[in-house]
């Protein structure tokens, strides 16, 4: 039967994404006003431009059947890991990353369009491999992630490849791989980001010595600590198998085992970490330790957030971002502007749109019968959870500074049309919930 075109469109999602474009839009304009009340910057009219150009790909994804996307995303997958590659290789430099393509001021970050293909095409094969053992999926899943998060941070882009794990584990979680197999990575990318903060933050904050501490940063010590560790999940694994022990023994060597990857992914870690976001580890631990340097940011921006009160200086009236003490507050740290002059109010209801947004991504995933349809939603789902948590996180100064955009609200046209396309990608499943074929 024919649909009526309203019906292709959630009109809940559509007007908490309107309010919150058109709100940033807003702070956009007010974070290039300086102190003197002169606009310095046009971006305001850019990203009018962009959410233009983002409407028309949300219409055009929601009027479409995502499911005719499942026959061309492996070769856009393709096409995207050979983007990389080239973006990698003849790409610009912005922030310290080799991470955009253009042309004069034009410029496009590829590794945002290709969420959106990544979820595509992961999504293509847990639906077609549903019959298939559990580890077998997980390990071929671990795959097609790994593969472009490592090209994105060999750019390097710290932020962007951490966006790609969340999407990750909720595909994976609603695939209904065992929870096991997931915490099991999980426990690896914890254990590692540990074991690469433990000794930065030992050296220039704590100054202890203590033991654990100590071998982690010897390479030596180290070694010997990977050879232990691989050695415990040995013999647990061998008692457990072989002499029937108890299983308790199954866990000993996950846990020694999760130890054993954890250590070997820090020490590539430790070397392929740039100097700056090695220094942005040790400033999220304490800001102090560089106020006029790489702590600045963060020391900025929570005077702005604190300076917002209840409801704010008011539009316009913000000293941290008029007089220029906030950094990147177009972009990275456009809640700070808002906060300062909305204050806790204006937050509030920032933090309620993304809230319904994310409720009403969960209400589709709920409702969908067909799996390659829930599989996008809920890669989606942690496309924008891992984006509000991290933005708001690293503002606020309990999450590093990590170059993630607040999607809907940031200045930028690559973020901005990759948001607006999931947004229509969600209410094409929507609308076409009960179709199973």
Known sequence: MKKNILESFDLII?????VLVFTGIAFIYSSGVNSDGILVTNEYVK???????GMVFLAFFALTDYRKCERISGWLFVVFLLVLVYTRLFGRYVNGAKSWLGIGDFGVQPSEFGKIIFILFLAKYLNGSANENPLKRLIISAVIFAVPTLLILAQPDLGTATVYIPIFFFMCFMAEIPLTYLMFL???CASTVFFTILPVWNEYIAHNSVVLITTLSDFKLKMILILAAAAICAISIVVRYYFYGRKYYFWIAYVS????????????AGKVLKDYQIRRLIVFMDPSVDPLGSGWNIIQSKIAIGAGGAF???FLHGTQSHYRFLPQQSTDFIFSILSEEMGFAGGAVVFVLYMIIMWRTIVIIKNTSNKFGMYIASGILGMFVIHFFINVGMVMGIMPITGIPLLFLSYGGSSLLTAMSCIGLLMSINSRKFDFT
């Open 14 to 18: 559509l007007l908490c994404v309107l």
């Open 257 to 268: 085992a999760i130890i054993f990857i954890g250590l070997i992914c820090s020490s590539g």
């Open 47 to 53: 990203q009018i431009v962009w959410a233009g150009i």
């Open 186 to 188: 999980f426990g690896i």
């Open 312 to 314: 704010g200086r008011s």
